[in-house]
């Protein structure tokens, strides 16, 4: 159930039996031969059909985060972190102010990661303000996956590539990752040391592969959004 296709008088209907919402965070970045959307391709497809299946309303996604690393690739679009910052702030309390007291975060992208500790601040501040948040690609889910069929977990690979993340043939081959130090790397050392922008490993996997995966991390999502069940 998505706000776009409600009108107010529905959204506040809905608060009278729900407190409940979810949020995507994502980024327009790029990912190698993958879409430009993939942050929020990945986490929209689990919060759709979490929320088609819990009933729990869907809130617009964030479409841009915090990707300076990659602004040498076009089509990338980053915000700086004390703007998003605040963005995201603001977004929450928008809710909490009509009445949202859970609020499930589905994030998609690394990024974004720093706006944690600036939310358990908003929490200090607000109570009754309970906040889940969930980075699919560092869960066990996608561990178990890379173990068994011997493949590297990284940006712009087999990992992201699911039928609607895909928007041109990719490559057979299994691209070595690269040797990188501890630098922080600006924009131009970025795109010289990635090149096409995956960080390497296979570009693409059996799709029966990327169905077992979704599936698994949509059941974890939606377990997550029985805020009774309290979680570590």
């Known amino acids: 159930m998505k706000i776009e296709d409600q009108n107010w008088m529905k959204v506040e209907g809905y608060l009278q039996k729900d407190d409940r919402a979810i949020l995507v965070l ?17 986490p929209m497809a689990l919060a759709e059909e979490a ?11 964030l479409n841009f985060g915090c990707s300076p690393y990659f602004l040498n690739y076009p089509g990338t679009i980053s915000l700086r972190l004390h703007t998003y910052l605040n963005l995201v702030e603001d977004l ?19 990024g974004n990661i720093s706006v944690k500790t600036h939310l358990v601040e908003l929490v200090n501040q607000l109570p009754d303000l309970k906040l889940r948040w969930y980075d699919w690609w560092l ?8 173990k068994k069929y011997g493949l590297d977990s990284e ?17 057979d081959a299994v691209k070595p990752l690269p040797q990188v130090n501890q630098d922080l790397l600006g924009k131009d050392a970025t795109r010289e040391i990635y090149q096409d922008g995956s960080f390497g490993g296979a570009y693409r996997v059996d799709p029966a592969i990327m169905d077992k995966l979704f599936a698994a991390l949509l059941a974890e999502v ?8 309290v979680r570590p």
């Open 51 to 61: 929320s088609h299946q819990s009933g729990v309303l869907l809130a617009p996604p």
């Open 222 to 229: 939606i377990n997550l959004l029985d805020f009774t069940v």
């Open 155 to 171: 940006h712009g690979s087999w990992m992201e590539a699911f039928d609607f993340t895909i928007v041109t043939e990719l490559p």
């Open 26 to 42: 994502g980024a327009c970045e790029q990912h190698g031969y993958l879409s430009l959307m993939t942050d929020v391709k990945i």
């Open 92 to 110: 929450l309390r928008s809710l909490y102010g009509v009445g949202f007291r859970k609020v499930l975060i589905l994030n998609g992208h690394g």
């Open 139 to 146: 869960t066990d889910i996608v561990t178990q996956v890379a």
